[in-house]
């Protein structure tokens, strides 16, 4: 295996080679892992365009498997994310893919939890560290991680965003932007809703145990 310096991988906002191949790689991987938030068995990473091409030598490898493990970019471990992924018993793999994408620095990440539950997501590094969310399982979105963001998995019924959004109101959070992306009429949707504020406990407890809402998370601002 070849040997990294930390400055291959890490400067100030993780810059290697190039912070589109390494600090927003790092990224997506890192906003996956706080979506899951459970035990991963395995992880398989397939890449496109110039992440197909450059993945070893930039680095976009150690990077996204260490966003995965929960590494943020400016972490340490990330040189070694290979060794620490192999010492918890989480497997790995890398395809580059000749498929075209809309982006040149794309990604597909398929993951299987512990308790054997997949996640399938898309994601691009957008240059200056930066990345976005293009699809979760299969439904299309649009996440970029700017700001405190909650993501809520429910099912697509009247009055659900007027339930989820008076939980919000009443603990005077301001909604900076909320998306809404639902597979059909009437089934399962997801709902990103960005936030100035800090998002208390309270709050996602409270979210959790509304009739038709399957799953909530919670992800802090990852960059400004």
Known sequence: ????????????????????????????????????????????????????????????????????LGFKPDDKRIVNAKEIARDSGLSFSFKPSSDETRHPNTVKINVITEDGKPWEAIGESIGGGKMQLIQINGIDIQFTGAYNTLITHHQDTPGMLAQITAVI????????????????????????????????????????????????????RIYE
């Open 1 to 68: 295996m070849k040997s990294y310096t930390l400055f291959d991988i890490i400067g100030p906002i993780m810059i290697g080679p190039s912070s589109s191949h390494t600090a927003g790689a790092c990224r997506i991987g890192y906003t996956l892992h706080h979506i899951i938030k459970a035990p991963l068995k395995s992880v398989d990473f397939t890449l496109y365009g110039s992440f197909a091409k450059t993945y070893v030598g930039h680095g976009t490898d150690l990077a996204l498997l260490g966003g995965i």
């Open 169 to 220: 109101s009443k603990h005077a959070i301001n909604i900076a932007n909320m998306k809404l992306y639902r597979e059909s009429r009437g089934l399962k949707a997801i709902g990103i809703i960005e936030m100035d504020e800090d998002i208390p406990k309270s709050a996602i407890e409270q979210l959790s145990v509304i009739d038709g809402v399957s799953y909530v998370t919670l992800i802090e």
